[in-house]
């Protein structure tokens, strides 16, 4: 039989910066719909795969090559949630309405309707005429997923956006982005130093370590497909974060 072709396929990527070689030789498969996180210490080319994978950094070699589904239907939400301070809520989520020329096309509306559609799947309609001084950091990070969403992707790539807030800020992002993952039918890629909420979010976990952007692990998770309150204490669940913890201090 022959074997089907990969739905996200990166064949042989390298990126140089001047003289280092942030990835080198790199190949990994993604299936259509997962929720794949990349973990590994600071320096080992995870943000840079990202962005490479989102199109915001020119590689210096190799394929990567994304399903007609996916393709032109990409978003990114960063670290920092990066508002525009004289910008209201909802003008910061219809930013990306006006800086892509096909999305630019759409109706006034239109628009409005995206936009408001962004901000009730993050629970921030009625803050939709506050400026980001106004916000919490959670609210803030509402803002910045829903400026990815108003776009209507199908793949998402999140590179640390709950590393700056509070344990139980991020927990609730956490849940809500499970939820939008599972009602948007997301296929996700998220970049975190966090072994917890790697576990907890993630289908299939990838470990980097080193020059080069090596892959020391690539497995998938054997937890339940809902992920519940009660599996962040599971015995199960940390068991998975001792054996990843040992992998990374090998």
């Known amino acids: 039989m022959t074997e089907l072709a990969p ?26 719909g997962s929720f794949v996180s990349l973990i590994g210490p600071s320096g080992c080319g995870k943000s840079t795969l990202l962005r490479l994978i989102a199109g915001l950094e020119e590689k210096s070699a190799g394929e990567i090559t994304l399903p007609s589904s996916l393709k032109n239907s990409v978003s990114f939400v960063f670290q920092d949630a990066n508002l525009l301070p004289w910008r209201t809520t909802a003008e910061n989520v219809g930013l990306p309405l006006e800086l892509n020329p096909e999305l630019a096309k759409l109706s006034h509306e239109e628009k409005n309707k995206r936009v408001l559609e962004a901000l009730t799947k993050v629970q921030l309609e009625n803050f939709a005429n506050h400026f980001p001084q106004e916000l919490s950091g959670g609210m803030k990070m509402r803002v910045s997923l829903a400026r990815a969403l108003v776009a209507k992707p199908k793949f998402l790539l999140l590179d640390e956006p709950f590393a700056a807030l509070d344990e139980n800020t991020r927990f609730e992002m956490q849940n809500q982005l499970l939820s939008l993952r599972k009602k948007e039918k997301l296929t996700v890629i998220f970049v975190t130093h966090s072994l917890f909420e790697a576990v907890y979010l993630s289908e299939r976990i990838i470990m980097l370590k080193g020059a080069g952007a090596k892959i020391v692990f690539d497995g998938n998770l054997d937890l339940p497909s809902e992920r519940t309150e009660s599996l962040r204490t599971s015995e199960k669940l940390n068991t998975i974060i001792r054996d990843l913890s040992q992998r990374l201090k090998s």
């Open 7 to 32: 739905d996200i396929r990166i064949q042989d990527l390298s990126k140089s910066f001047k003289d280092r070689e942030i990835i080198k030789d790199f190949s990994l498969s993604v299936k259509e």
